[in-house]
């Protein structure tokens, strides 16, 4: 005989109370693998970008030193880079904590902070779960004084249906000269090496200081690195500066799976992003353009 848990035998009524109950669940059960399914199903939309420090640009325009002092900034970085409906955002040159913690917010998404070995801090932004996060991981000894000295950090970004994508957030040196960024760059790929040799899906983001013709692009590309704008690109790419581009030195990188999935990639030479060349009083967000990548 069939009994409930507190009383006797089940009525007729009990029954069909039961009956409701479970076809609720299962309808909402339903729903939620319907959505989960669609969630995993839309593209991945990522954006590499150099905010200097969220002051707006160029800093002797009245109108951007007013929205930093009315505490404007957060709001409209959130607002613009939500037109672009991103699930993974890296910014180089990252503001305080508090105003990264508010741009977050205003976008729905959780953070992970890296510091830097000066004054150019790092944060990596998602809809998504982040785990792991990893500062300057070398895979032995401390961070040599003289590099990293932006920021270079890395976490794992906990895709829908339970795909796991590692995600390096980098700012490298900005010298003329190479050769701080020929030494970064290898240390780099030596952490890097076991998840690329394990074939998992990984990103690379951020201002890499150097253009495609280089050597530093070069060590990148020989390793297994998908530059996602060579792949899907159109036109020459340019992100700084933000009236007139001129070089293209941020990236969306790719590797493993993933790098197979690239649909589109572009720099955001447009709304906000860029400054109005008839308006000598407009500023952009940042002298650096983002860098979009969409992966299906």
Not at 89 to 94: D, H, K, L, T
Not at 120 to 126: D, E, F
Not at 203 to 214: K, Q, S
Request: aromatic share 8%; hydrophobic share 40%; with cysteine.
């Amino acid at each position: 005989m069939t009994t409930t848990s507190t009383s006797g035998p089940l009525t007729r009524r009990d029954l069909l109370k039961h009956a409701a109950v479970g076809s609720f669940a299962l309808a909402a059960s339903h729903v939620q693998s319907v959505l989960a399914a669609d969630e995993k199903s839309q593209p991945l939309r990522v954006i590499a970008y150099n905010v200097y420090n969220c002051t707006g640009w160029p800093k002797d325009r009245a109108l951007a030193n007013k929205a930093t002092a009315l505490g404007q900034m957060p709001d409209r970085f959130a607002n613009e880079l939500a037109l672009y409906a991103p699930d993974i955002i890296n910014f180089s040159e990252s503001p305080s904590e508090e105003v990264a913690k508010e741009i977050a917010q205003g976008l729905g998404m959780n953070y992970v902070r890296f510091p830097s070995g000066g004054n150019w801090p790092g944060t990596l932004l998602s809809r998504f779960e982040i785990v792991d996060p990893r500062n300057v991981p070398l895979v032995e000894g401390e961070r040599p004084q003289d590099l990293f000295t932006r920021h270079w950090g890395q976490a794992t970004v906990k895709l829908p249906g339970g795909e796991s994508l590692v995600v390096h957030s980098a700012h490298l040196h900005p010298s003329p000269e190479p050769d701080t960024r020929l030494r970064e760059i290898p240390l780099m790929l030596r952490s890097m090496q076991k998840d690329l040799d394990a074939g998992r899906s990984m990103l690379l983001i951020g201002d890499l200081n150097h253009t495609p013709d280089t050597k530093e692009y070069k060590l990148w590309i020989e390793a297994g690195w998908t530059d996602t704008f060579t792949k899907a690109g159109q036109g020459n790419g340019l992100t700084i500066k933000a009236d007139t581009p001129e070089r293209r030195i941020d990236y969306v990188m790719a590797a493993g799976p993933i790098a197979k999935n690239i649909v589109e990639s572009r720099p955001l030479f447009e709304g906000a992003f860029r400054t109005n060349p008839t308006d000598p009083e407009s500023f952009a967000l940042s002298d650096h353009l983002p860098q979009l990548a969409v992966f299906k």
